[in-house]
């Protein structure tokens, strides 16, 4: 098989090699998943320098019949939108893996989970069937349920199943629109490109399809007002879940939407469009408002994540390249931000064991390595110019301002209290005077600093060379939004 | 000829050795009982397998071979086997009832098969009272317990009325077909299927065999009876019992491969009120067999869903979903009789700790719930997209909404228990548990098939085109 499978392979054998390596040896437990993380990064970066941003059609496919009379096919390929997600989550789960180092506690499941969830979201990203696509969206979600319900922390239980719940609710919305486009629109077959290519959908069916698969992807995506689960779920994961389930997973709502709701029915998109970005500018400064209200570290990201999301659904339902462009980039360059973000947090909880603003400040000075790594990802996150989060941010800003002016503004005033309660946190949690209790806590070691440094340098270099990024979507949004199909 | 009925006389000897178990002092009987009843449903499984080609019509065209039939025999012998090798840790059933208990087992059994094959009125109707009185006389064999012959008596009150009305829905055909073969009524199909009275009649016959599949409104035993019968034949009423419901209903429902519009939206409201009742009601059962009895009428209404569409695709999708259900079940309860040693049914309480307990048996348990939830990549969600895919083909577009809808409160109920079983601690004096041989290989086994079953489809669902395709 080719290189894609390769890199799905790489968390099956590591999950499987976990499960059969004694619950006793916890190094070799990590050592295992740190050699297939680092393996799929590195895999993934090959594909990526085979990827030919100027074509685009699908590149590396591989294909496999699978149950041809039920029209279900492993087929996997890669272009413009999906090779980066690849990469994201490559890079997240080799970091993650990372940070969770000094896990103690059932290493050996938390590992095999954490690998059995990357499979998902590898599958996901790949896949371009929709039977596939949809049992490796459920492949990544349900290992949260019990990843967060076992080392979670802070009403774990609630939390977890609430997230597991939500979640497969928009799934349930996107499984019966899937069936649907196989049975009612008279495709027959799972495969995107083929139904694409073969059927004209009744514009009453696209306008409920979309809707439906905008609101069942956006679920995931953090969509408000399904959001809820979100912020809960972000708080009470462990570190390393935090990391991919804000910094990837729920990219999958998002992608899903552009691949499969966008592609299929760009018309519907049109007429949905006014509600969409309705939504998306709520998510927006409903996001950023409750994160200026939050007096626990960890709700303040969740909530930024909420905001920032909403950012990428809005660029989304712009429907215009510029606004697709930043939409992606915002998904690589959030992915990374908040995949940082939730890497300090889960060291300042280990150290301190709170999260309160109450209890914490004037961190930096017992901490400054970490210190400094937070506000690089919160001086992303408020889109400062030189990160990534600038010329995403910018880019819907753009876009919105052009085609929904009133949308752009609400957004331009989110991104205003963004920089408002990302600066208040880092005033709070790491200045002013420091808790006496803390005068014992550590700094990060060498290796927990090169798990971050990947990251920071990954913000840095797309911040001052979006291009690098652009060049590879640009040509897949254009064709995508311009080419009638 | 022996070829051709074989796998029925395997289970009619292991009825005789059962019985002649009576006569054998409990002693030896205890020693001898349980590995000679193993050994012949082994038997029974191979030679199964090999009548499994076999076609012919026998006794004056009234009992029919083909693979339809001994694919299900085959489906029914496993089952059987599976059952047969969860009674020996059972503390439930007494000594003294042992030999009866694996008779009536086995001419549950036998009635069972009997029903795939009979493809004349009276033959289906006397197979169906043979397994459904045995099934009357397990209920109440269990030790102890007051409740089992209240359930006993409820599920034969309850059982009576279900073959009350298939015979008289039986009567209503043969008043207007004018005949008692089946294939004859099918030949017949397109003038017959305008006869108000017809549709009756196949409607009041399928109450006995939605009785067993514990389908709405023919549901109200299955509670009571899963509480209060041992595990074994809860396991028994569970699995195989719903095997044979589901081949029978697929030979009556072909009768309808001609639309009948009445008929389907009958089956799509019991297919709606199933699903949404069962699940709500296991919501709230602290019971782990009373919540299994509710999710079992649920899982009834997603086997209707895939049933009602009368095509080639919906039946296989049933069967593939049946044969899903047969080992999701079996590992939710092979799991159950493990942790009950003290003949009490274990609320969900009684989970908690288990993945400290023993890990093996936790992974099992979330393996089979998590699959009858339809979780992916596992074959209860493999099993319900083929359900509701073939429901979606035929336009019930929103009975595939509900359904989908219904997989996510069920989730609900059974993350409750993987919940107790890897966040709760187990209760004080509660070691560790060991597990023998056998019941690792079995809960291996369950896995592995649920998880190839889920990713790996494609041999399966060959095979059952090959089976259900002729039929149509």
Known sequence: MGILTDILLCPVIGMILILLTPRKSEKAIKIISLIVSGLSVILSFIAYNRFDPRNVLLQMEERISWLPQYGINYWNGVDGLNISMILLTSIVIFTGVIISWKLSYRVKEFFALLLFLVIGVFGVFMTLNLFFFFLFYEVAVLPMYLLIAIWGSTNKEYAALKLTLYLLLGSAFMFAIFLAIYSLAGAHTFDLLTIKKQVTFDPAFQKVAYIGLFLGCGVLAGCWPFHVWSPDGHVAAPTAVSMLHAGVLMKLGAYGIIRVALFLFPEAAHTWAPFTVTLATFNILYGALVATQQKDLKYVIGYSSVSHMGIVLLGISTLTVTGLNGALFQMFSHGIMTALFFACVGHVYDECHTRYFDELGGLAHKIPILSTFFIIAGLTGLGLPGLSGFPSELLVLIAAIKTYPVSGICTAIGVVVTTFYIVSAIMKAFYGPLNKHFEHIKDINLWQYFGRSILVAFLLLLGVWPKLFLDIVNPITTYLLMKPF | MIKLVLPEIVVSLMAIVSFLFVFFKEETGKKLLYPTILILGLVTLTSSIFSLNQEESLFFNTYQINLFSQAFKLILAGSLLLVLSICDHTESLSGEVKPEFFLFLSTATLGMMMLTSACELIGLFISLELASISQYILVPLRRGKILNAEAGIKYLLFGAAASALTLYGLSFIFGTAKTLFLNEILQNITSLIHLPLFGVGIFLTSAGFLFKLASFPFHFWAPDVYESAATPVTTFIATTSKAAAVAVLIRLFQIFSVDHASLTYILITLSFVSMTLGNLAAMIQKDMKRMLAYSSVAQAGYLLAGLLSQTSSGFIAATFYTIAYLIM?????????????????????????????????????????????????????????????????????ILVLVGVVNSVISLYYYLMVVKEAYLGKPESGQGLLFLGIKTRLLSYASIASLIILGVFPTGLVHWLESIIKPLL
């Not at chain 2, 998590?370 to 429901?391: D, E, H, Q, V």
């Open chain 2, 329 to 397: 079940n079996f590992a939710a309860f092979m799991v159950m009789a493990r942790i009950n040693s003290h003949n009490d049914n274990p609320t969900i309480k009684n989970f908690s700790g288990l993945a400290d307990r023993s890990p093996l048996l936790a992974l099992t348990l979330m393996i089979s719930l998590l699959s009858l939830a339809g979780i992916p990549p596992l074959a209860g969600f493999t099993g319900k997209w083929f359900l509701f895919s073939a429901a979606m083909e035929k336009g019930h577009w």
